[in-house]
C-alpha cells in the first residue's frame, strides 16, 4: 500500500507519521521527491510512504503536516487511516480521515 503526500518543505512543512503498530503494517519507504520545477523559488514535490501487511489486526497511520520545531498540535492537516490487514497479511481496507 501506498500513500502519497503533496509535501512543500521550503515553507518549513513537512508530513511526520505518528508511532503505529508495526507488527501489524511495516513501513517499508519513507521519502520525498521533489517535483520536476525543483529549483524553481517555492517548489514542492511528494511524500510516498510504502506499507506492507505483517499479520492479521487494525491499525491507524496518522500523519501530521507541521513545521518540525512546533508543536504537533500546531499542525495545518491531519490525515488518518484506518487498517484492517488480513491473516495472510493482505491490506484489505483503508478508511480516510482528513482534518485540515
Same mark, same amino acid.
Given at each position: 500500500?501506498?500513500?502519497?503526500?503533496?509535501?512543500?518543505?521550503?515553507?518549513?512543512?513537512?508530513?511526520?507519521?505518528? $508511532?503505529?503498530?508495526?507488527? &501489524?503494517?511495516?513501513?517499508?519507504? $519513507?521519502?520525498?521527491?521533489?517535483?520536476?520545477?525543483? /529549483?524553481?523559488? /517555492?517548489?514542492? /514535490?511528494?511524500?510516498?510512504?510504502?506499507?506492507? /501487511?505483517?499479520?492479521?489486526?487494525?491499525?491507524?497511520?496518522?500523519?501530521?503536516?507541521?513545521?518540525?520545531?512546533? @508543536? !504537533?498540535?500546531?499542525?495545518?492537516?491531519?490525515? @488518518?487511516?484506518?487498517?484492517?490487514? @488480513? $491473516?495472510?497479511?493482505?491490506?484489505? @481496507?483503508?478508511? &480516510? !480521515?482528513? !482534518?485540515?
Amino acid at each position: 500500500m501506498e500513500i502519497v503526500l503533496k509535501e512543500n518543505p521550503t515553507t518549513g512543512y513537512s508530513w511526520t507519521m505518528d $508511532d503505529f503498530d508495526t507488527t &501489524v503494517l511495516q513501513l517499508e519507504k $519513507d521519502e520525498y521527491s521533489a517535483s520536476p520545477t525543483e /529549483g524553481t523559488v /517555492g517548489s514542492g /514535490g511528494t511524500h510516498l510512504y510504502r506499507f506492507t /501487511g505483517q499479520k492479521e489486526g487494525n491499525v491507524t497511520l496518522t500523519f501530521r503536516y507541521y513545521r518540525n520545531w512546533e @508543536s !504537533k498540535d500546531t499542525a495545518i492537516e491531519v490525515r @488518518s487511516y484506518s487498517i484492517f490487514v @488480513s $491473516d495472510n497479511g493482505k491490506i484489505q @481496507s483503508v478508511d &480516510v !480521515k482528513n !482534518k485540515v
